[in-house]
């Protein structure tokens, strides 16, 4: 089953409800490299909120999709994740430099502003 | 407490082979009796000065039970449901400051009531006495073994729970402002309660979407490696939540002990004292605005 | 209730339910959700090593009552070519040549046992343990 990935404004929103298997996030990467393009989003903010475990796959591979999309032109920030995630992730010494990363889908784009330079009202 | 557990299991193992009739014919006598010797336990508590928290209706409404059930008790040979009730009722007393001796007390209050009355039962046949009591004793000290050690177990109960929530308290995660948050840490830091403060630490910040959070280590004495580690791992971990860290309140013997460690305290943002951090705080969560609010350009200033 | 939970091990697929399998089974025996999640990330890092580099395999969750304490047992065992240097395996920083880690140092560090065996043409097994302390109350409850 594909994560849904919504479009608002110049930004992608790829919000991941459940347990993530490695197809998925690799599907993920693909589908969000190929939205990049075609859409020309600026920016792409990543919701695990509903992750059960941040591994070195799916550290590495969010680490991968950001650079990606980086070169794509998109800022990638990761939100949402919990705090046994979090505790797991540092004892297992895994970081997502250099991504970003937030408290939420609202932070998020707070973040994703301030690194694309302002409103993301781009028709002038 | 191990020993007494032990105790107790032997005497509950000791079901002794029970003389049907006379039993069936002492459970009658004592429910027979019922309302007199239930009064005259309930003056012996009051002469003894026990129960004393609770009101008359109170200790009339539970003496009946009590006694209920001990008799049930003496009869089944089953303490089970002697068991639930003394949790039941041990659960209701505890809080209200009832002690473990006048627990015990009450209950080998009955068991004298019991015996006496007995004995009143059976004085003119001291052989039949002797069957009697060589039924009741037994069972009657099981009863009383088992309602101590109920009620011993549930007040251990209330108490971690007490301690557990001092505990919490007494490490507050504070909000001061929006989106700021102190931890401020007292006392012996192990790795325990290193733990449980990061853990708490990092709900509050999903709490209160906190963006800025100020660690106070003024009132902690030393830390050790572990401890160290813990505090680096926090501060990541607050960030892959979106969160800074400001650790204030370093004193120059645990920044020492850290470096010792082997802690790289460029990985950490430390400020001298907690009002430092506090400002640096509101000056990085203050930032962020005036980047969107243009300074005046209208030539006013 | 306490028996042994296998999950046969083939697919990144067979992870996910590794790791709620294992989270499960840590729940019951009391551990709190942190620990769940510790030992979940665990088991997928062993599960995945599986995935990656052998093809199949097979995990095992067991939980340990003991009285003192109680623990989650973690066997993940495969029949493949097993790992050359073992020492070099367990330390930060390794990778394989397609760039994948085989995330035993991080799976070494947050459980309180940890063995591999590997080599000599029979597999790898790697066996973990994560315990908790089970204090005086809890103990005195179960004589009950």
Partial sequence: MAIPILKQGPWLIASIQSALSDSEILALRDDLADMVGRLRARGIVIDVGGVDVIDSFVARSLRTIAMTTRLRGAETVIVGIQPDVAVAMVQFQLDLEPLHTALDLEEGLEVLKSQTNGAPDHGR | MDTDGQAVADVAAQAPEVDTTLLRDLVGHLREKRPDLRQEWASRITDAQLLRVMRPDEIFSEVTAVYDNYVDALETGSVEALQAYARDLSERIVRRGVETHEVLGIVLLLRDVLARALFVRHQGDPELLNRVLDVYEPAANRIAATVGVSFVEERERVIREQQAAIRELSTPVLQVRDRLLILPIIGVLDSQRARQLTEQLLHAIRENRAKVVVIDITGVATIDLTVANNLVQTVKACSLMGASAIITGLSSGIAQTLVDLGVDLSTMQTVGDLQGGLEEGERLLGYRVSEVVSPAADGAA | ?144
């Fill in chain 3, 1 to 144: 209730m306490d028996d042994d939970v296998l999950v046969t091990i083939e697919t990144d697929v067979d992870l996910v339910r590794a790791r709620a399998e294992a989270r499960a089974v840590a729940e019951r025996l009391g551990f709190s959700r942190m620990d769940g999640t510790l030992i979940a990330t665990a088991v997928s890092e062993l599960g995945r090593n599986i995935v990656v580099h052998v093809g199949a395999g097979e995990i095992v969750v067991r939980p340990a009552r003991q009285d003192d304490r109680c623990g989650v047992i973690v066997i993940a065992r495969d029949s493949g070519p097993g790992i050359q240097d073992v020492e070099a395996a367990l330390r930060d920083g390794y990778a394989t040549g397609n760039g994948l880690g085989l995330g035993l140092p991080g799976a070494r560090r947050i459980m309180d046992e940890f063995e591999i065996e590997s080599g000599n043409g029979s597999g790898t097994t790697v066996k973990a343990v994560k315990w908790r302390m089970r204090d005086e109350l809890e103990r005195l409850r179960d004589r009950r």
